[in-house]
Nanobody, 118 residues
Framework: QVELVESGGGLVMPGGSLKLSCTAS????????MAWYRQAPGKQRELVAS???????NYADSVKGRFTISRDNGKNTVYLQMNSLKPEDTAVYYC????????????WGQGTQVTVSS
């Protein structure tokens, strides 16, 4: 059974920081590119950042220079360090595992709420 369990969301003031974690079980972690998506109320889900098993990263323009994605392949965990948070970063953040070896396959976490407000 595949599970992606996210943690680290919460309420933070503008300019603050949060670190999200997502631990995967039931998959061969190195077969997957890991990513964080977010969905704000009334908006479509959007890609925030992704990281390949080899460590290659990609970021949405809106978070470049503020967010950092990383992974620990030994712990089957992907992280999203979020600094200089803005109210427009408020959303539910979802962890995604995208299989890149064998047939494409996607798994999603349950989501964690991030609220940036004073």
């Amino acid at each position: 059974q595949v599970e992606l369990v996210e943690s680290g969301g919460g309420l933070v003031m503008p300019g603050g920081s949060l670190k999200l974690s997502c631990t995967a079980s039931g998959i061969i972690f190195s077969f997957y590119t890991m990513a964080w998506y977010r969905q704000a109320p009334g908006k479509q889900r959007e890609l925030v950042a992704s990281i390949t098993s080899g460590g290659g990263t990609n970021y949405a323009d809106s978070v470049k220079g503020r967010f950092t994605i990383s992974r620990d392949n030994g712990k089957n965990t992907v992280y999203l360090q979020m600094n200089s948070l803005k109210p427009e970063d408020t959303a539910v953040y979802y962890c995604n595992a995208h299989r890149v070896i064998l047939a494409p396959l996607d798994y999603w976490g349950q989501g964690t709420q991030v609220t940036v407000s004073s």
